[in-house]
């Protein structure tokens, strides 16, 4: 089996990441695809299936053996059994976003080691952007380094959020909004959590907070951190659970403001 340097996996996954993209940009002009709804609350379509099967092909074929984590692929029997190396995929992250036309929409690719996220890549199609990283190698937006805002105040945040499928769900997470809007300058709900990470990562936007799926924020996370941004979460992490895997309550900012955005969460309980 071949060993692979964390450059050379990075370099796999933007190429794969970047082929799966133009999957879904030619679905999308041939608008040829189904949609319904999964557990009766979230939308998927068959692209979503397409693309999780190519990429996972590619994987098997560099990577034999390797565990994956994947939105459509079995995802439950990966999140049970933890794995020395294992690959988190969200083959479309923004479906709905893709089914409506907007251009949020991204192809998430992470790698945890023992625990600890390694490389990711996110690739935003219709907004022609590739972020990339890995561990100790900086982070990149279509191969030029970027870094987080300088933003200092709540005053001059801008916060990325999302809300959850379940509308009784979202009722929760109102009092956190309000404050949000009160004490922040704006929020933005664009619908994709990937890019909202690579977003702060690159001094876009200035933070961001949200319970996803691991699929969701793996590769966005290693974006962030390895861009400078500061990332953790509004909840103490389970014992025996990596915090690298753990997609509950996160919390990702431009430095200056992490400490100050936690506590004004935090205090909406």
């Known amino acids: ?71 459509e692929l079995s995802p439950e029997r990966a999140l049970h059994t933890p794995a020395e ?3 988190v995929v969200d083959p479309i992250d923004g479906t709905v976003n893709f089914a409506q036309g907007l251009r949020h929409v991204a192809v998430s690719i992470g790698w945890i080691e023992n625990g600890v996220a390694k490389v990711g890549v996110v690739h935003a199609p219709f907004l022609g952007d590739t972020f990339s990283a890995a561990e100790g190698l900086g982070a990149f937006c279509n191969q030029q380094p970027i870094k987080p805002s300088g933003a200092d105040t709540l005053e001059n945040t801008l916060v990325a959020t999302g809300f959850p499928y379940d509308k009784q769900a ?14 922040c300058q704006d929020v933005r709900r664009n619908g994709a ?58 919390l990702v900012t431009t430095p200056k403001v992490y400490d100050a955005m936690a506590s004004l969460l935090k205090s909406i309980d």
């Open 1 to 71: 089996m071949t060993a692979y340097t964390l450059e050379a996996r990075l370099a796999l996954a933007v190429r794969i990441a970047e082929e799966a993209g133009e999957m879904i940009r030619r679905a999308r002009e041939q608008q040829d695809f189904s949609q319904h709804l999964k557990a009766g609350i979230e939308l998927v379509t068959d692209v979503d299936v397409a693309v999780d099967t190519l990429i996972s092909q590619r994987l098997e074929a560099h990577f034999p053996g390797e565990a994956r984590l994947s939105e």
């Open 85 to 87: 190396q294992l690959w």
């Open 170 to 183: 979202r009722k929760q997470l109102l009092p956190r909004l309000e404050a949000v809007l009160t004490y």
């Open 193 to 250: 959590a990937a890019i909202d990470l690579c977003d702060v990562a690159c001094g876009r936007l200035d933070a961001y907070y949200e319970s996803v799926s691991p699929w969701d924020f793996v590769a966005g996370w290693v974006i962030a951190r390895e861009a400078g941004a500061k990332v953790g979460h509004l909840t103490e992490v389970p014992d025996g659970v990596p915090a690298d895997l753990y997609p509950k309550q996160l």
